[in-house]
Each structure stands twice: as C-alpha cells, then as structure tokens.
C-alpha cells in the first residue's frame, strides 16, 4: 500500500432524520450510499440540511430514532466520533493555537500512539503533499488563511481515515486563492481515491470536485446525480436554477412542440401538457438571423464579458431570456433576433405546486 | 504653551489622586515601625510590633495562605470543568446555573455565612476547622474563575477546537488536557489571580465564619485594630503588604507570560 493511498470505507446512510430538541427539522429521514473512493458532494443553499448529514456522518450529532449510519458493513450510530476514524476539515479549520503546525498536523497520530519517528516521517510527508514546507514550526496564528486551510487538510489526511469529511472548506478564503486551492484540493482528493464527502454552498465547486453532486433543499434531497446529470437534466425547478444559470420558459405543449409569446421550440418526445414549464441553458441558445428562427425576440441588453458575452432577449418567452453567446458576434440592443435551441437542450421539468 | 499648561494640570491632578490614595498606605506603614505613633517619627523607628505582630499571627498568615490555595484549587478542580460544561451545554438551563453560581457576587457576604451556619453550624467537626471558611471562600469565589474561563471560551470557538481534536480520535479526557485547558490558559491564569487574591484579603464572610482558633489574616487585623495599640495594627498591615505584593507580582507576570506564550 503506498503511503498516502487507500481507498476507505463506503458509506451508508439509512433512514437519517434530525430534529433539534426546540421542534425544528433540520433534515427529513433520507437514505444515501456512497461507494468507497468516491467525492461526494452535499450542496444547497444555507439551511438545507447539507452540514447536519455531514455531522451525522462524522457523529457530532445522532440522527433521530429508526436512523442508521454504516461504514461498509459495520453500524456506526451509536459509536462517537473519536473511534470513528474520519477525518474533518472545518469551515473555521479548528486548528489548535496552542500548537504549531507540525504538531497539528501530528496530533491524531500521537493520540493512537504512533512511534515518534514514525510520526515525523508521515507529517513530513503531509507537508509535502499539501505544499507547506517552511511552515512547520509556525504558530496558527501566523499563517495565511489558505496556509492554514493547508494544515487543516494535512491535519486530516495525516491519520488515514477511512472517510474523509469536509465542510465548506473553502469558503472562508478570497475569491481567486478560492479558485486555485480548489483544482489543488481535486487532485489531491484523486490522487488520495480516498472516501470524500464534502459540503458546500458553492456550485463551481461542486461541479469540478464531485463524482456525484447531492442537491439538497429545506432538510430533504432534491437530486442525486453526476455533475453532467445535474446540470444538464435537472429533475425539478429549483435545482435548475439553483446549479448554473436557466432559464425557466411556460407555455402549452402539443405535438413535440413548446408554444412559446415569440414562437415555437421543437421537443424531444415530450407529451401534450396545457401548462408545461421547461428549462433552457443560455450557453444552449444560439443567435440567428430573425427570418431562419422559429423563435423570435428583441435584445434587450448586451454585456460583453470577455470570452462571451450574455444578452438578455425580451418578447421571446414570458420572461426575458439570457442567452450566453459567442464573444465574435455582433448584435445591438433593440435589434430584432431569431433564436435557435436544440430539442435535447429543452429541458422539461416536472409540475410543482 | 496651551498644551503644555493642559499636561501640566493633567500631571498635577493624577498625582494629586495617587498621593490621596497612596499617603494612607505610607502612613500606615510609618505608623508600623515608629516607637510611639502619637509622638511621631522622632520618638525613632522599630521592628518590635512587626516581631510582636509576627508572634502572636503567624498561624493567622499562615492558615490564610492555606485557605487561598485551598480555594484555588477547588475553584480549579471544579471551576474549569464547570465553566466548560456549560459553554459547550449551552441553552437556557446553563444559563440560569451560570446565574446560580454567579449570585454570591450579589448577596452581602454576610448572608452567605449566615446560610452556611445555618445550614451546617451543628456539624461541629466541620464547623471548628478551617474547612467551613474555605467552604465559604470556594462560593464567594467560584464565579470569577467560571466566568473569566468562560470568557475565554467564548473567544476561542473552544466547542469546534474541542470537535476537531475529537475527530482525530482524541477522547474527552485527553480533549480536555489537550486542548481546553491549554487555549483557556489565559482565563484560567487570570482566575487564578483574583480566586488568591479575593481570599486572602475576604472578611465579611470569614469574620462571621471564624473561630478564636481559625482566624485569618483579616480577621486578625480586625482584631489586632480593636484591641491593640495602634502601631501593632499598623505593623500588621505592613506583614500583610509584605506578604501580598510579591505574590500578586509573581501571579501577574506568570499571568502575563502565559498570555504572550
């Protein structure tokens, strides 16, 4: 086995609820496997119940009665964190300020009792991996936030835990640094095949790290899916709009097409609805010359952001649509415009009340 | 010049408020080692009342030095845990127990010690050993060590600390030596300061709590003012400066260097 690899536990929750002693539902009884060495990713918006499954998953809290939480084979719910054999990466990283960073990173190999030369051979080791040399004999508190996010991970990692769990590890750090620990946090977490599962708010994150995305919302599971089916088959409206930018069209369907105020879509095998709601990409649509369009419309705005630019198209749909297109075409605001949308980029979703 | 003359009366006036405070004290210290105190300093300065001070109160310093370390490592042993307990609890029954034990702060000393007899003045083992007036030092004091270790925690998000050692397979034990006690240092240090330094100098409590063979240093000050010569009284606060100074100094730069650390 090398040194770092391993591929740890599958993960299986069954039947998981949390309510707070005060009345409140933090998360509705859900069930979710995850396979050994896989990321999975908890994502929604603050509230949804994403860190409380992570919490029941580390066993910083215990799901309601009936809840069930198995590490392969073996019943996990009534064992406490400590004997769990997690590793955690918190949002605050809960570094020890009365430490320095190798003692940190060290901490839960002295507290099983790892040999001392042992010890300083895997933190070497964990300095290395996460790109901290130098820093070894530094206080907490004189480190960078991505240095210290560094640590945390190090921290974590150092024990060989059979999950690995992470929570918004990220989104205390500035934008761009944001954006390069993330690609660095992904290789590791490939390299490592180890079991992941990582909490975030973040919808770029969770696209470029997760193997599967868990979409959630209001304490329950609105999909569970790979990046691509998420984003590109969203099961309901609000995971729609909440991963990507969408537009959301309405109008009735009949004979595989969706009537729209500027025209008409071609569907893929969509049934008759009266009231059909549907979901379109703006990088999905394409700007055409008015006569060759069976939809029309009049650009409202155009913003040139660099490699694209995004328009807004009035008189097409019930809504203004957003429509991302090519940084070389030229259009101005107020000009008339057909717009074309591929019958399998027409997205149906399904009523909601 | 306009600001020169508003330094000059600011200077003038602090000094002005230091010497109020601090002529007492000289005074008194004087006052201590001079022959004859209603004759003044030229009757010629002794150490016989500091010898006959020393004499007849050393088991009452000596007692009182026992009773503050008693006190600090009760309110120690008990305080911290407490103060952990209910940081980590949380929610309303902490509070109204952080308010219970907070409450001797509000009720006259007087009436503790009168609880305390009332209570327990019939066990009389109890009641004649200096236990029953380190019993009413630990509840005088307990608050400032709960709350000023509980300040700490407040500022140091001590709970997720607390979870991220428990992740790494620590348990509460080895958690709490770890990591809780080393990130509360500064608010145990700084508890530790006022528990030693309440106790050494509490009377009210003590007064009523004492016995002619418990007494403490306060108490025998009392005693010595109300039936002695003035310059053993005066000597006697001179012992007590004697002994409280250095004490104070060595717990605050302790205090200090555990805070820089």
Same mark, same amino acid.
């Given at each position: 086995?090398?040194?770092?690899?391993?591929?740890?536990?599958?993960?299986?929750?069954?039947?998981?609820?949390?309510?707070?002693?005060?009345?409140?539902?933090?998360?509705?009884?859900?069930?979710?496997?995850?396979?050994?060495?896989?990321?999975?990713?908890?994502?929604?918006?603050?509230?949804?119940?994403?860190?409380?499954?992570?919490?029941?998953?580390?066993?910083?809290?215990?799901?309601?009665?009936?809840? @069930?939480?198995?590490? &392969?084979?073996?019943?996990?719910?009534?064992?406490?964190?400590?004997?769990?054999?997690?590793?955690?990466?918190?949002?605050?990283?809960?570094?020890?300020?009365?430490?320095?960073?190798?003692?940190?990173?060290?901490?839960?190999?002295?507290?099983?009792?790892?040999?001392?030369?042992?010890?300083?051979?895997?933190?070497?080791?964990?300095?290395?991996?996460?790109? %901290?040399?130098?820093?070894?004999?530094?206080?907490? &508190?004189?480190?960078?936030?991505?240095?210290?996010?560094?640590?945390?991970?190090?921290?974590?990692?150092?024990?060989?835990?059979?999950?690995?769990?992470?929570?918004?590890?990220?989104?205390?750090?500035?934008?761009?640094?944001? &954006? @390069?620990?993330?690609?660095?946090?992904?290789?590791?977490?490939?390299?490592?095949?180890?079991?992941?599962?990582?909490?975030?708010?973040?919808?770029?994150?969770?696209?470029?790290?997760?193997?599967?995305?868990?979409?959630?919302?209001?304490?329950?599971?609105?999909?569970?899916?790979?990046?691509?089916?998420?984003?590109?088959?969203?099961?309901?409206?609000?995971?729609?709009?909440?991963?990507?930018?969408?537009?959301?069209?309405?109008?009735?369907?009949?004979?595989?097409?969706?009537?729209?105020?500027?025209?008409?879509?071609?569907?893929?095998?969509?049934?008759?609805?009266?009231?059909?709601?549907?979901? %379109? @990409?703006? !990088?999905?649509?394409?700007?055409?010359?008015?006569?060759?369009?069976?939809?029309?419309?009049?650009? !409202?705005?155009?913003?040139?952001?660099? &490699?694209?630019?995004?328009?807004?198209?009035?008189?097409?749909?019930?809504?203004?649509?957003?429509?991302?297109?090519?940084?070389?075409?030229?259009?101005?605001?107020?000009?008339?415009?057909?717009?074309?949308?591929?019958?399998?980029?027409?997205?149906?979703?399904?009523?909601?009340? | 010049?306009?600001?020169?003359?508003?330094?000059?009366?600011?200077?003038?006036?602090?000094?002005?408020?230091?010497?109020?405070?601090?002529?007492?004290?000289?005074?008194?210290?004087?006052?201590?080692?001079?022959?004859?105190?209603?004759?003044?300093?030229?009757?010629?300065?002794?150490?016989?009342?500091?010898?006959?001070?020393?004499?007849?109160?050393?088991?009452?310093?000596?007692?009182?030095?026992?009773?503050?370390?008693?006190?600090?490592?009760?309110?120690?042993?008990?305080?911290?845990?407490?103060?952990?307990?209910?940081?980590?609890?949380?929610?309303?029954?902490?509070?109204?127990?952080?308010?219970?034990?907070?409450?001797?702060?509000?009720?006259?000393?007087?009436?503790?010690?009168?609880?305390?007899?009332?209570?327990?003045?019939?066990?009389?083992?109890?009641?004649?050993?200096?236990?029953?007036?380190?019993?009413?030092?630990?509840?005088?004091?307990?608050?400032?060590?709960?709350?000023?270790?509980?300040?700490?925690?407040?500022?140091?998000?001590?709970?997720?600390?607390?979870?991220?050692?428990?992740?790494?397979?620590?348990?509460?034990?080895?958690?709490?030596?770890?990591?809780?006690?080393?990130?509360?240092?500064?608010?145990?240090?700084?508890?530790?300061?006022?528990?030693?330094?309440?106790?050494?100098?509490?009377?009210?409590?003590?007064?009523?709590?004492?016995?002619?063979?418990?007494?403490?240093?306060?108490?025998?000050?009392?005693?010595?003012?109300?039936?002695?010569?003035?310059?053993?009284?005066?000597?006697?606060?001179?012992?007590?400066?004697?002994?409280?100074?250095?004490?104070?100094?060595?717990?605050?730069?302790?205090?200090?260097?555990?805070?820089?650390?």
């Amino acid at each position: 086995m090398s040194a770092v690899a391993g591929h740890g536990a599958s993960v299986h929750i069954q039947n998981c609820g949390k309510t707070f002693p005060d009345g409140t539902q933090a998360l509705a009884p859900a069930s979710l496997d995850i396979v050994s060495g896989e990321t999975l990713v908890l994502l929604g918006p603050s509230g949804c119940g994403k860190t409380t499954m992570l919490r029941i998953i580390a066993g910083l809290e215990t799901p309601d009665a009936g809840g @069930r939480v198995l590490f &392969d084979t073996t019943d996990m719910t009534a064992v406490p964190i400590e004997q769990r054999h997690v590793g955690m990466v918190f949002q605050s990283y809960a570094l020890f300020p009365n430490m320095t960073v190798a003692e940190n990173i060290g901490y839960g190999l002295k507290i099983r009792g790892v040999d001392k030369s042992v010890r300083a051979a895997r933190v070497a080791e964990m300095v290395a991996l996460t790109n %901290i040399g130098g820093l070894e004999n530094r206080r907490i &508190d004189q480190l960078s936030g991505g240095q210290r996010q560094r640590v945390a991970l190090a921290r974590a990692v150092a024990v060989r835990p059979r999950v690995l769990l992470l929570d918004e590890p990220l989104t205390a750090l500035d934008a761009s640094l944001r &954006d @390069r620990l993330r690609s660095e946090l992904n290789s590791l977490l490939r390299s490592l095949g180890i079991t992941a599962i990582y909490v975030t708010h973040d919808q770029a994150e969770a696209m470029e790290l997760g193997d599967r995305i868990v979409v959630m919302r209001k304490g329950a599971i609105a999909q569970i899916g790979t990046p691509r089916e998420i984003y590109f088959a969203p099961q309901n409206r609000f995971v729609a709009e909440f991963v990507g930018a969408a537009n959301i069209v309405e109008g009735p369907v009949a004979g595989g097409r969706l009537t729209l105020p500027g025209g008409w879509l071609a569907l893929d095998n969509a049934a008759d609805n009266a009231a059909a709601v549907a979901m %379109i @990409r703006p !990088e999905t649509i394409g700007i055409v010359a008015e006569a060759d369009a069976f939809l029309r419309g009049t650009v !409202e705005s155009v913003a040139f952001i660099g &490699d694209r630019q995004r328009l807004v198209v009035t008189g097409a749909a019930n809504q203004p649509l957003t429509v991302d297109a090519p940084n070389t075409i030229n259009v101005r605001a107020g000009e008339r415009v057909g717009l074309s949308v591929t019958p399998q980029a027409v997205r149906v979703l399904p009523k909601e009340d | 010049m306009r600001d020169r003359l508003i330094f000059a009366s600011q200077l003038g006036f602090t000094l002005l408020v230091a010497a109020f405070l601090v002529v007492p004290v000289v005074l008194s210290i004087t006052a201590g080692v001079t022959v004859n105190y209603f004759r003044g300093i030229q009757s010629g300065v002794t150490l016989q009342w500091v010898v006959q001070v020393w004499n007849l109160y050393a088991g009452e310093i000596g007692l009182s030095f026992l009773i503050a370390f008693a006190t600090l490592a009760v309110t120690l042993v008990v305080g911290v845990p407490a103060a952990y307990g209910l940081h980590v609890k949380g929610g309303r029954l902490s509070r109204v127990i952080e308010e219970i034990i907070t409450l001797p702060l509000a009720i006259p000393g007087l009436a503790i010690a009168l609880a305390l007899l009332l209570t327990y003045g019939g066990f009389g083992g109890f009641r004649q050993s200096w236990l029953f007036i380190l019993a009413g030092h630990v509840v005088f004091t307990m608050p400032f060590m709960v709350r000023s270790v509980m300040a700490v925690f407040a500022s140091v998000d001590i709970k997720t600390l607390d979870e991220g050692a428990a992740s790494l397979g620590a348990s509460p034990w080895t958690r709490f030596c770890n990591v809780i006690v080393p990130n509360a240092m500064p608010g145990i240090l700084a508890g530790s300061l006022m528990v030693v330094t309440l106790s050494l100098g509490e009377f009210n409590l003590t007064w009523m709590l004492h016995t002619p063979l418990t007494k403490t240093l306060p108490v025998g000050l009392a005693d010595s003012y109300a039936s002695m010569r003035l310059e053993v009284a005066s000597a006697y606060t001179l012992i007590f400066f004697i002994m409280i100074v250095p004490l104070l100094v060595a717990m605050q730069m302790f205090a200090e260097k555990g805070e820089t650390k």
